[in-house]
Each structure stands twice: as C-alpha cells, then as structure tokens.
C-alpha cells in the first residue's frame, strides 16, 4: 500500500517537473550571471516551453504559461502581457507543427526552434523598441538567441531522459 | 494546391482553436488575453496600478525566495576568488592606505573649508537616507536592474538616489508598498547630468547595458584634454535629483573603439545592501 502511495507521488511529481521548472526559470532568471562571462546568457524558458509543448502540451498547460510569462515580465521588469504573448506565439509554432508531422525528427525540430525564437525575440525587440519607447540592445538579443539555439541539443538530451522517466512512471 | 492550403488552414485552426490534452483555455484565447493585459498595463488606471503593486510584491518577494541557492554558489564563488588573492590583495591594499592616509589630512580640510562656504552662502545640503536590501537582482540582457525590500511605506519615492557606500549607483524607478525598483547606471535608459573632474567639464553619462558607462552631450575638447589627465566622474546636481559631488566613476580611455567608458566605483554585481537617499538643497536665495 505505502509502495502504491510512493510510486504515485514519484509519478505526481515527475508529471509536474517541466512547470516547476518553468515556473523556477522565471522567478530566479537562471542566467549563470556569476560565472561573469561576458555576453553570455540564454533563454531556459525558450528551451523548455518549445520542448515540452512539442512533446505532449499536457505537461505544461497554456494557462501556467500564460501565468509563467506575467511573472517573468514583472522580474526582469518588461510591460506586462509581453512574455505571456511571446511564450504562447512559442506554443502556437509547437501546435503547428505538431498537426503538421508525421514522423517527428531532431533536425526539423531544431530548425523550427531556430526560426521561432527569432520571430519571438523580434517582436519583443520590436515592440520594446517601437511602442514601449525602450532602448534595447539588439546585439544581446542575437547573442541571447545564438546561444538559445546552440544549448537546445543539450537541454534535448536532459528532457528526453526525463521525458523516459515520466512515460515509464505512466506506464507502472 | 487547394488541398494543401486547405491543409494549412485546418492545422492552424486547431492549433489555435482547439481545446486538446485537458486544456482550460484553447490557445487564441490566452493570446487574445495577454494582448488585454498589455494594453491595460500602459493604462495609468489607479485600479490596474493596485493590481500591478500587489503582483509586483508577491512575485518580488517569491523572486527572493526561489534565488536563495543561486546567490549562495554566488557568493561562494567570490568568496573563493577572494581566498585565491587574498595575499595580493593585501599587498595593495597595504600601499593603497598609506597614500589615502596622506589625502585624507588634506580632505579634511578642503570639507571644513567647504563647509564654511556653504554656510557664507547659506546654501544646505539635507539628505534623508534609507537602508535596504537587494531582494532580487538578475543581470537581463534586457534591463539592468535591482529591487529592493523597501516601498512607499518607508517613504521611498520615484526618483530617490541609490548609494552604494558613497558611490552612486542608480535612482528608484518604481515604488510599491513594501519594495521597489532601482534602474542601475549601466542600464541602456539610464542618463545622468555628470561633472568631469580635473577638467571641469558638464557632460550626460549614459548606461550601455554592460558594466560600464559612456559620455554623452559633451564639449568636444574633453576628448583632447583626456589624455593628460586622470578623469573622475561626479553627479553635477543639474535636474535637482542628485547631490552634486556624488562620485560615480572614472574615465578609461579605449584606444581600439575610442570610446571612452565609464568604470563605475560600484559592482553592481555584487550588492547587497543599499542606501536610499533624497536630497533637499536649500539656497540662502
């Protein structure tokens, strides 16, 4: 009975990981900012929104994203709404694609992550820039997308062993 | 080729429309909502402000909370750079005091006697300070920024000086009831009315979003007089925001860009606690 109750808290848990998750980039911007490399930075919620919405839209749900995304603009101090209208922009890509493939393949995945969060950083800058009248550096922007695209493998691999593990607390 | 738009159509429409895998909300519909609350949130609505401050308080604080781990590796690793040079630094430090010991004989003076000026002329300097701590204090690529644990409760205002020591180091951009928000020197949107000393010199100091800052709106001559001396940056007081004299930086000539950057006194990186200040200058006039 208490190795029933175990398993279902484990699974619970697991089930629960990728919005803890979320919900943990935003409030603490993990940015490695004390590492104190220059230019360095990268958009974890970027990665873990387009993957896990990819997957199963049932591990994260439009409304905590939608909540995920109000927090995140009052940490980093955006106008609010912004990061909510750009996470779920991600999750209508990841909608898309999902009713469009059959077959799903790393490499396409990876090229469609590359083209979304261009579109997404673009309309943030533009939007920043053009109605809220803030300067931004576009420069970062790039450098945050480069590396956003280039860590997407690695956080691919991470999720897809977590990904196994929660299929397989599913399945017992 | 109708059959591959039509295709495109249907998987839009449910991408956007349908309510699948035990989603509250279909995907058009939160899109539609955060566009809502963006257009409300340039609304300068007293109602949409309490919302804003009792978001902004709760998240602020949570912020804190969730940051703990992440500031400790923080501090962890300054501490260990600090070990590793711990003998050099000394070294330094041991020169560095023996000349501060000789100028501070002769600045005690220069204060006395400035002082006493002040008085002929009746003008005061009153400062009203606040101690805070930094709750939240992420390095965005997008806004260079602190909160701190102090609001409009402690009479915090838009504005306010923020001090780091004595060097400033930004000004309160948005208050609630229990925190608030400091914008930093180095953010791209922060412009301050400076005084270049020795060459006495009014310029603006802009932030550039990294970790320092550059002139401004300036005499062109500054750039010859550069290269002779050492250059040191002060709050000129123009605008009535700052006290004139708050040191803010000095002036390192780049000689591969020729853009002159502003070191900051402060390490914005690493602050913990800060003072908020307003200055009232009173004129005999």
């Known amino acids: 009975m208490s190795s029933l109750n175990k398993n279902t808290l484990i699974k619970s848990l697991l089930f629960y990981l990728p919005l803890f998750l979320l919900f943990l980039s935003v409030l603490n911007e993990i940015d490695f900012n004390y590492l104190k490399i220059e230019y360095f930075s990268f958009n974890f919620a970027h990665i873990l929104i387009f993957y896990w919405t990819l997957k199963n839209p049932r591990y994260l749900n439009y409304g905590s994203i939608f909540l995920a995304g109000i927090v995140n603009d009052v ?98 | 080729m109708a059959s591959s738009r039509d295709d495109f159509v249907i998987a839009i429409r449910s991408a956007f429309l349908k309510k699948s895998y035990q989603q509250k909300f279909s995907l058009l519909t939160l899109i ?53 040079s711990f003998y050099d630094q000394y070294k330094k430090n041991e020169i560095e005091l023996k000349k501060l010991k000789e100028k501070k004989l002769s600045n005690d003076f220069l204060i006395l006697e400035n002082n006493k000026l002040r008085e002929l002329i009746n003008e005061t300097i009153q400062s009203k300070d606040v101690y805070a701590k930094v709750l939240v204090d ?64 009014h310029a603006v100091l802009s932030g550039t979003g990294k970790n320092y800052g550059v002139i401004e709106y300036t005499k062109d001559e500054y750039k010859q007089k550069l290269n002779n001396d050492k250059i040191i940056v002060y709050t000129s007081g123009y605008g009535g925001l700052f006290k004139p004299g708050l040191p803010v930086g000095k002036i390192i000539t780049n000689n591969l860009n020729k853009d002159d950057e502003v070191n900051f006194f402060s390490d914005f990186r690493q602050l913990d606690y800060v003072k908020i200040v307003a200055y009232e200058i009173g004129s005999g006039n």
């Not at chain 1, 820039?129 to 690695?154: A, C, H, K, Q």
């Not at chain 2, 539609?32 to 402000?49: E, T």
């Not at chain 2, 000004?171 to 229990?178: A, D, G, L, S």
């Open chain 2, 138 to 201: 992420k390095d965005s690529p997008y806004l260079k920024s602190i909160v701190l644990n102090k609001g409009s409760k402690d009479n915090v205002k838009i504005g306010m000086a923020i001090v780091d020591k004595s060097y400033l180091v930004g000004k309160i951009i948005e208050v609630n009831y229990t925190s608030s928000r400091a914008l930093l020197l180095s953010d791209l949107n922060s412009k301050i009315p400076v005084l270049l000393e020795p060459i006495d010199i």
């Open chain 2, 32 to 84: 539609f909502l955060s566009l809502v609350v963006i257009i409300l949130g340039s609304f300068n609505f007293k109602a949409i402000q309490y919302i804003k401050i009792g978001v902004n308080e709760v998240i602020y604080r949570s912020s804190f909370i969730v940051s703990i781990p992440e500031n400790y590796f923080n501090d962890l690793n300054i501490k260990i750079k600090e070990h590793l």
């Open chain 1, 75 to 172: 940490v980093i101090s955006m106008p609010i709404g912004l990061s909510s209208f750009c996470y779920l922009l991600i999750c209508a890509v990841t909608a898309y694609l999902r009713n469009i493939t059959i077959k799903p393949n790393f490499i396409n995945d990876w090229i469609s992550f590359l083209f979304t969060i261009l579109l997404v950083n673009s309309i943030q800058v533009i939007s920043l820039d053009i109605i809220f009248l803030t300067e931004v550096n576009y420069m970062r922007y790039l450098i945050n997308s480069g590396f956003t695209f280039i860590l997407y493998p690695v956080f691919v691999f991470l999720f897809n062993i977590l990904e196994k593990k929660i299929a397989i607390q599913k399945n017992d």
